[in-house]
Structure formats: structure tokens, C-alpha cells
């Protein structure tokens, strides 16, 4: 037996509960996981809480992200003993996920932990921080250089964003985060943020062209946001989109693409490819500086990723939260 958050649905709608699981319950795969740590990212929220159909089928145990060690395999890249870690993959979504203390996992989705990192930091960064070094990596295949200009980070106090600014910085860029919470400036400057500005600025209808600024942008927000940062990037700049938490909607013009040759590099976590998550995680171990990780980054216990859920929707929570499946 094992406890687990557990969502199920009837016909009076949907339901969360933390429950003792079976481990006979678990879904096929070819590798078993004692889960010591997961994370509560955006999409797990949505799917604890039901606010989108994130869950394919019902029941489910969510949690996108998890980190522990293997208990069997049958898989030849692993075996006891290995620390391992897994994001994505439909992992919470279409297959029990690891916001619990057991997960049986295909092992072609399972990467080794990176040796910098323990269980908790590596889901301090989680499939957030991830996604944010794949952001990275996007400006960077495009030419975005420090010393080209300033790199706009939006939704600068969520997960993507903390990360994004604390590598960014790192890497010798002039950060600008963007956020709705203004007493967050201090957290966003000392994570490396040069500048705080109010989303104000960018949520709302913009001109389709805008005065030159940004040499690239990171965004986790999308809708006008998006928009608007497309039409103020710099002529050759990019802008690497991850994310949808203003909105599905792009009200933009081709203007900054057909006239500035500004690129929109669309940045997808769920499904990339091996070779580009081992280097994104190789990335991370090298340039993400603990001290800013554990900066942005606290841990609750199982149960209270339930109520984190909501928190996290409602824009009450900053940075990372790591959950302690084993409490």
C-alpha cells in the first residue's frame, strides 16, 4: 500500500481525496519508482482542481513530475537502486502520475537524476525549471547573446519565470520580468531580475508594431502578453512561448515577423525528444545556481498539494513547490 492523491469523477462531477492505493492498482510499464519527491506545476493544478480537462481518464493520480529511486525493472537502462526522475510523457494526464508514493513508469521516459542534484532539487526544478532551460536554449539556437539587449520574462513569478530569470542572469543577460504582484519585486531581483515591470503593460490590446526592446522573451503567459511582446522585440530578436496562463488566444499581426524577421519559437516540454532533455538537464546542472534554486523553492507535505492547487491558480504562489510524497 501506498497513499496517493487520488481524482476520480461520477456523476455529480469530480473529486479529490488522498487515499492508501494498491500496488496491484498501478498501471502497466516496465519500471517501478518509490517516489520520494514531486512538484505541483500549472498543469497539475488544472488537474486536481478540474478547471480544464487536463485528466484523460478517470481515476487518476496526478503529478506530471517525479523523483526517486527504482525499486524494479525490467528495463535495461535501469535498475534497483538508480536515482531517476521523469516529466511529462502524458504522466498525470493519461497515466498515473507520481503525486504519490509509487509510480510504474515506461522506462524510456525516465532520465538519471544529474548527479548535482537531489531528489528535491531536481523537482524543485521539475518539468517548470525544465521548460524554462528548453526556453533558454530556444533564444540562444537563434542567436539571443548577452549584451544584444534585454530579455523579457513574463509571469516572472510562477515556476517557468523564477527559473528562467535565475539562469538568464546567470548566463550574463539584462533580465525584465513581468508580474501582476509588485511585492514580489524583491524576490525577482534577487533571483537576478534587473528590472520589475507590472503586466499591466503587456495584458492588455497593444499596437501591432511597438517601440524596439526586447532582444528575446521568454513567455508562460501567452494571449495579449504574447502579443504585445512580439510586436516590441527587436528586429532579428525571439520570443520563445511555453505557456498559456493569460489565455490560448494570439490577437497579433504578422507585423513583427514579416518586418523585424522576429521569430516565435514555440517550446513544448510533454513530448521532447531524449537527446534534447538530457541536454537541457546537463544545461541546468551547469548553469542554474543552487542558491537562487533554493531561494524560489518550498516543500509541503502530500496532502497539502491539494490546496497548493488552488493557491497556484489563484496567483498566490511564487517560484516552486516541491511535495514530499513520503509525508
Not at 17 to 23: C, G, I, L, T, Y
Not at 49 to 73: L, Q
Not at 91 to 105: F, N, T
Amino acid at each position: 500500500m501506498f497513499r496517493a492523491i487520488l481524482v476520480e469523477k461520477s456523476e455529480s462531477g469530480q473529486s479529490v481525496r488522498v487515499a492508501e492505493v494498491e500496488e496491484s492498482a498501478l498501471p502497466a510499464g516496465d519500471v517501478l519508482v518509490r517516489v520520494e519527491r514531486s512538484t505541483v506545476n500549472y498543469k497539475d493544478a488544472l488537474a486536481i482542481t478540474g478547471k480544464a480537462p487536463v485528466i484523460r481518464k478517470f481515476p487518476m493520480v496526478p503529478g506530471i513530475d517525479g523523483a526517486g529511486e527504482v525499486v524494479e525493472s525490467s528495463h535495461a537502462s535501469f535498475r534497483p537502486g538508480d536515482r531517476v526522475l521523469v516529466n511529462g510523457f502524458g504522466v498525470g494526464e493519461a497515466h498515473w502520475g507520481c503525486l504519490a508514493g509509487r509510480a510504474r513508469l515506461d522506462g524510456n521516459w525516465l532520465l538519471p537524476i544529474p548527479k548535482a542534484f537531489t531528489p528535491a532539487q531536481a523537482m524543485a526544478i521539475g518539468t517548470a525549471g525544465y521548460t524554462a532551460m528548453l526556453c533558454v536554449m530556444a533564444l540562444e539556437r537563434h542567436g539571443v547573446a548577452p549584451g544584444k539587449g534585454d530579455v523579457l520574462v513574463t509571469g516572472a513569478a510562477g515556476g517557468v519565470g523564477s527559473v528562467a530569470i535565475a539562469l538568464l542572469a546567470r548566463l550574463g543577460h539584462r533580465v525584465v520580468a513581468s508580474t501582476g504582484r509588485a511585492a514580489e519585486a524583491p524576490y525577482l531581483t534577487a533571483l537576478g531580475a534587473a528590472e520589475v515591470i507590472d503586466r499591466a503593460t503587456l495584458s492588455t490590446p497593444g499596437k501591432p508594431l511597438q517601440k524596439e526592446r526586447w532582444a528575446g522573451v521568454v513567455d508562460s503567459v501567452g494571449s495579449h502578453t504574447l502579443a504585445n511582446a512580439c510586436a516590441a522585440t527587436r528586429y532579428g530578436g525571439t520570443v520563445a512561448a511555453c505557456g498559456l496562463a493569460g489565455g490560448m488566444d494570439l490577437p497579433a499581426s504578422v507585423a513583427p515577423f514579416i518586418l523585424r524577421g522576429v521569430t516565435l519559437a514555440g517550446v513544448d516540454s510533454v513530448m521532447a525528444p531524449m537527446a534534447l532533455r538530457r541536454e537541457a538537464w546537463e544545461r541546468l546542472a551547469r548553469d542554474l545556481d543552487p542558491v537562487r534554486l533554493a531561494a524560489m523553492t518550498r516543500e509541503i507535505p502530500l496532502a497539502e498539494a491539494i490546496p497548493a492547487s488552488a493557491d497556484l491558480l489563484a496567483g498566490k504562489v511564487r517560484g516552486r513547490v516541491v511535495v514530499d510524497t513520503t509525508r
